[in-house]
């Protein structure tokens, strides 16, 4: 929203390389960076987990809303690093150019890295293929792509963009749930 919460319902059949019994799980997520909270929802116990806010800084947009920054350092380590790997020559971008996601104007960059060949005990290279896909106009990423051979493909995309602000109770823990600290509910899980 406006205000830089979000809100992040993600549905899937597998938690990492465990199944969920043919049964898709719906994982919440609450961020509310204003108010220094997030909250991961189990909606099948009613628990909201609060979760330790990461510490990032807000930035004032000249559009309006709050962003998230990396400090100076962050930056320059992560220029360096792109930097290093595009001289030797095993990171390649290409523009992509614009294109519409869901009725919004995209800006797409593909990335592909090179690993080579006895780098990690591989006998062969091994490629891996990013696109992402940036609107400008949401200050997101509205869409990308990852292929790599040693974890497979994943794709994520916003669907349903809807330009007005959402409803204040998205962003809310829902009365009947009980909220703890994220520690009590991984102790709960790893003692059962």
């Known amino acids: 929203d406006s205000a830089g919460r979000t809100r992040r319902d993600t549905t899937f059949n597998l938690v990492g390389p465990w199944s969920t019994d043919g049964q898709k799980q719906t994982h919440v997520l609450i961020s509310d960076p204003v108010a220094g909270t997030t909250f991961d929802l189990d909606q099948e116990r009613k628990i909201a987990a609060e979760m330790p ?52 104007p995209a800006h797409g960059t593909r990335t592909t890295i090179t690993i080579p060949a006895g780098a990690m005990g591989n006998e062969a290279p091994i490629q891996t ?37 959402p409803a204040q109770s998205l962003f809310e823990v829902p009365a009947d749930y009980q909220t703890v600290d994220s520690n009590t509910v991984y102790k709960t899980i790893t003692d059962n």
Do not use: F
């Open 53 to 104: 806010q990461p510490q990032l800084r807000a930035v004032s947009k000249a559009g309006g809303g709050v962003g998230l920054s990396m400090g100076p350092d962050d930056v320059a380590r992560l220029k360096q690093k792109l930097a290093a790997e595009a001289a030797s020559g095993s990171a390649r971008t290409e523009d992509l150019g614009t294109q519409d996601v869901e009725g919004v």
């Open 129 to 165: 293929v990013s696109e992402r896909w940036y609107s400008t106009d949401l200050e997101t990423v509205v869409m990308a792509t990852v292929h790599d051979p040693r974890m497979g493909d994943s794709t994520y995309k916003l669907t349903n963009i809807v330009r007005a602000e």
